[in-house]
């Protein structure tokens, strides 16, 4: 196989910081250039010609001239969420296979929108997802052996221990929008649209299904910032499938003291002959000794709540040290890559398609409406 | 097919398990180490001879107790004979999502739960292994 040229759209404080290392460590591909649209703000440009300047590429300002440059067959698409269906719609129609990060768009509509695009130009997709986790992977095989029999629901948590958590005040309940039209800061984001779409991918693909209804809440449990730019730190979700089988999803921020590792990420299949956990720190040692545990610094001005990992490292935050997992929880974002490009490479189908990644985002807008009426609402 | 089995499981009466597990779970909050308790999972895994129902009423039981009041809003799916979720939101904007389904194989095992509050959280992974040895609500 020869190795296929990279278009990463988006830079720096986006996830291209791990989906281009994941490509240039590929041996199967190599990053051409960095590109965004033209009409973005000063601090993105920037921070996108850091990443081309990291990578010794060329920074493109317009996604057309991009697409018109030599040896590009694979975009990896990080454009802010609020446009990235219309540049996904671009790179599609121009015929490029699409590495997507997740969520697929900003609302279903919109990643109908994608879909659309993508299956219009007949290109292979895949979105960033767990998939391809080994204790997700676990998982599947519980459901596929049939062991627990019937399936029954699938519990699914991701939450990330990351960020300073703690300095909400209030004891309110949110007051959520049924439509939100703006998801990035720099200070907070809309963490259970950015993480919830993690888990509840994992509850879809492991039932195999989409749910018909949903019961949601959205809070404010953990960071001021969050109140500030009024975007959720949390969600959870109640997914009501046809044949009665059910699952529920946790999505969000919880601080970097909540947790041993890097937060709740853990599957409970439970079918009619049992149940069983699949937790991402299991199996484990775990250290305890007299050498001083590792302290949150102060937040990178530019990032406070530890999302990227280019400000992760400028700032200094340690790697917690109590929990060993025997798992490697860093090869997450590289595995997924390799599944990628293997899919590339035999010509077979990736399994987190922009088809399949659209029910997320389904329930992900249908939660919102849930949260916002107070009732289950149709997915 | 799961069916429930009239014997009697090999561990402490799943009232006094329960009580003195939902005790822990409000030390751990008066503790004050926790903030503001704001969500709740429980995940039940229930014994042959044992009952959905009632394994949601205590996870129901402890939230309130949690929460310090009655949820405003209740949706429940599942049936009632293997499993069951209730998702509870509470005036507050506290939440808990609480299920029960059949333990199998692993009998005893009891709730799993995860706690979390504005500024820390509890894990309680049941008995992981062993056998729980709480054989009344006052044991210590």
């Known amino acids: ?379 | 097919m799961w069916r429930y089995h009239s014997a009697m499981p090999d561990h402490p009466p799943a009232s006094a398990y329960n009580a003195r597990l939902t005790d822990a779970l409000i030390s751990a909050i008066t503790d004050g180490r926790i903030g503001l308790p704001r969500f709740v999972r429980w995940l039940d895994r229930v014994d042959s001879g044992g009952s959905i129902e009632d394994s949601l009423e205590v996870g129901l039981e402890a939230c309130k107790r949690a929460f310090g009041s009655e949820p405003v809003r209740e949706h429940r799916t599942g049936d009632d004979l293997l499993h069951a979720t209730i998702h509870a939101v509470w005036a507050t904007g506290a939440s808990a999502l609480i299920s029960a389904g059949p333990a199998g194989g692993k009998p005893g095992a009891g709730p799993e739960i995860m706690l979390v509050g504005s500024s820390g959280a509890v894990y309680f992974d049941g008995t992981i292994g062993s056998k729980p040895t709480v054989a009344s609500a006052g044991d210590r």
């Open chain 1, 1 to 379: 196989m020869r190795s296929l040229g990279v278009l990463c759209v988006g830079g720096l404080q986006t996830h291209q910081e791990n989906h281009a290392a994941g490509f240039d460590a590929d041996q199967r591909s190599h990053i051409v250039a960095v590109a965004d649209e033209v009409d973005i703000d000063d601090r993105r440009r920037a921070l996108n010609i850091r990443l081309a300047e990291q990578y010794d590429v060329p920074y493109i300002e317009g996604i057309e001239k991009a697409l018109a440059l030599p040896g590009i067959d694979i975009v990896s698409m990080c454009a802010d969420v609020e446009r990235r269906h219309r540049v996904v719609a671009a790179c599609a129609a121009a015929g490029k296979i699409m590495y997507l990060d997740k969520p697929l768009a900003a609302n279903a509509g919109r990643a109908s929108e994608v879909l659309q695009a993508i299956t219009k130009s007949n290109v292979t997709s895949q979105m960033y997802s767990f998939v391809h986790t080994a204790w997700a992977k676990a998982a599947k095989e519980c459901v596929e052996s049939g062991r627990m029999g019937k399936l029954l629901s699938v519990h699914a948590d991701i939450l990330f221990a990351k960020g300073p958590g703690g300095t909400v005040t209030g004891n309110t309940p949110r007051r959520e929008t049924a439509e939100p039209t703006k998801f990035t800061f720099v200070e907070s984001k809309r963490e259970f649209f950015d993480l919830g779409v993690y888990p509840i991918g994992l509850c879809l693909w492991l039932a195999d299904a989409e749910p018909e209804t949903v019961s949601a809440v959205t809070g404010n449990y953990f960071f001021d910032q969050h109140v500030q730019n009024d975007t959720e730190d949390f969600g959870a979700v109640m997914m009501e499938f046809a044949g009665g089988v059910v699952a529920t999803a946790t999505g969000g921020r919880i601080g970097w003291n909540s947790h041993l590792a890097g937060g709740p990420h853990r599957i409970t299949i439970v079918g009619e002959l049992g149940t069983e956990r699949f937790d991402a720190w299991e199996p484990r040692l775990e250290v305890y000794s007299t050498a001083e545990s590792p302290k949150l610094p102060p937040p990178h001005p530019q990032d406070p709540m530890g999302m990227w990992r280019s400000t992760q490292q400028a700032a200094g935050i340690p790697r917690k040290t109590t929990y060993t997992p025997l798992a490697d929880e860093t090869r997450w974002y590289g595995d997924d890559i390799t599944a990628f490009m293997d899919c590339l490479e035999k010509g077979s189908e990736p399994v987190m398609t922009a088809a399949r990644a659209l029910g997320p985002s389904k329930v992900v807008s249908a939660a919102y409406r849930s949260a916002a009426s107070g009732y289950p609402e149709p997915v």
